[in-house]
């Protein structure tokens, strides 16, 4: 069997038999790995599974119900803007169609254990495996681009080094916040925003908004009944309808659909936390064998932390309320923000999956989630706008079905990140193996100053979060 062959057999491994499966199976192998007994670590892989079939069915049972509403809103504005949004599901198609996707999901497996086996990172990727495709993007877009295949390596292996980073500074506040011990996301479209949440959470502290205190508990305090996070869903919901009805608010018809994306988004406050809860599960006998290892190996203050599914915090409260609100927001920031050429549409409901660092590093606090997330975002419109014809390009490559001539097509809650797009891949892919080098020499004081002072980023972190229940 040659490399080729061995690579299109792994990938078909992956793209038949889905997260649901192919992850469970990763944290029964991590589990005994870790010394586990076996009968807790299949009950751990199984429980993983059951949760993640469940975000699979409220997800999938909520996105029919909200999407068209969103379409309607935007037809019904005239929103022109030629850089469509079509989702997390437009990256997958490019991931894995391309070779050098497939040499980053052996190799780049590989290289992430090595990072965690040789004590270069404290942080086992691997957990979060199926995420991988976000570095197979980047790297795959470099490939088809420039038909380097060591180059498109680079590339992937370089965010991997950066990304291992940022999922160190946001290890302990993510693990804190969210309930889930010793554990953290390590999605490469996630983890790069927390160098931007902790400064910007400082400076919003500095102005005083820590003393606008729009949390769950104190919206529950205040609102009474109405500040529930399922009454908040549905209030949330039916604002949403009335956007997506507004040309036919006189009929019968548009009412039931009103207060259909009310229920159904009031559903999703209720139910999401609890399959939620059975996910965790999953990793409390992986994270407490975790503890005991750190106990032994590793010196005090570097505990281990186990890579997980970025769905276990999308139901969080705070994070399902602010990204709700995101939703018009950012199709606000569309339409004002000036050379922006982006239209977010499908990914609009991934908002949810991306702000968590901003939720965490804010304790919570959703009215600077939303300041913070919605500045961030906004410099990644424009990171989407000066990539989308190369996404375009590539793209087309791998659909039966051409584009319409003038479309260009986007991801846009994946495509949109300042550093590993716009820092990493843009440069890379202007300038080739001289961005490499540039990186790679920036990359190595990088890491060797935040290894330094890693205990006080994190106590800074820890800090700047008290000073919002402080304020409660």
Not at 25 to 42: D, P, S
Request: hydrophobic residues 55%; glycine residues 8%.
């Amino acid at each position: 069997m040659n490399l080729d062959t061995f690579l299109q057999s792994v990938s078909t491994v992956f793209n038949t038999f889905g997260s649901a499966i192919v992850v469970p199976v990763i944290i029964i192998v991590i589990c005994l790995a870790f010394g586990v007994e076996t009968k807790k670590a299949i009950t751990a892989g199984l429980n993983a599974g059951i949760g993640l079939v469940g975000f699979g069915w409220v997800i999938n049972s909520f996105a029919p119900v909200i999407v068209p509403a969103i379409n309607a809103f935007v037809q019904s504005t005239g929103l022109d803007l030629p850089v469509v949004d079509l989702g997390w599901q437009a990256v997958s198609v490019i991931a894995y169609a391309t070779r050098a996707g497939m040499v980053f999901l052996v190799f780049g497996l590989l290289f992430q254990i090595l990072l965690y086996v040789t004590k270069f990172t404290n942080v086992f990727f691997p957990g979060d495996l199926w995420n991988n495709y976000s570095y197979m993007f980047w790297g795959s877009m470099v490939y088809v681009i420039s038909n380097n295949m060591w180059l498109a390596i680079a590339c992937m292996f370089l965010q991997v080094l950066y990304n291992v980073i940022f999922v160190e500074m946001l290890s302990k506040r993510w693990s804190t916040y969210y309930g889930y011990p010793n554990c953290v996301i390590p999605a490469l479209h996630i983890a790069p925003g927390t160098p931007f949440a902790v400064a910007g959470n400082w400076i919003l502290n500095k102005l005083g908004a820590n003393k606008v205190r729009w949390s769950p508990e104190s919206l529950r305090k205040n609102l009474g009944f109405i500040g529930e996070p399922i009454f908040l869903g549905l209030i949330l919901g039916f604002l949403i309808g009335i956007l997506g009805h507004l040309k036919d608010l006189g009929t019968l018809a548009a009412w039931g659909n009103i207060l259909t994306i009310a229920l159904s988004t009031s559903a999703i406050m209720a139910i999401f936390p609890r399959v939620a809860n059975i996910f965790s599960s999953a990793f409390m006998p992986l994270t407490e064998a975790a503890r005991k290892r750190t106990a032994k190996n590793v010196k005090q203050g570097d505990e281990i932390y186990i890579g997980i599914n970025d769905a276990t915090g999308y139901g969080e409260p705070a994070t399902l309320i602010s990204g709700i609100l995101l939703i018009p927001i950012m199709l606000l920031l569309c339409v004002v923000l000036p050379g922006n050429k982006v239209l977010l549409l499908a990914d609009l409901i991934a908002i949810g999956y991306i702000i968590q660092p901003f939720v965490a590093v804010t304790n919570g606090n959703i009215f600077k989630t939303i300041i913070l997330a919605a500045i961030w975002f906004s410099i990644g419109l424009y990171v989407c706008t000066a990539t989308a014809p190369m996404f375009t390009q590539v793209y087309s490559q791998f659909i039966s079905e051409p584009l319409a001539e003038g479309i260009m097509v986007t991801s846009g809650m994946i495509a949109n990140k300042p550093i590993a797009g716009g820092l990493i891949f843009m440069p890379i892919v202007k300038w080739g193996w001289t961005a490499v080098g540039v990186l790679t020499a920036v990359y190595i004081p990088l890491y060797i100053t935040w290894k330094k002072n890693k205990k006080k980023v994190h106590q800074f972190m820890e800090d700047q979060a008290a000073l919002d229940v402080a304020s409660k």
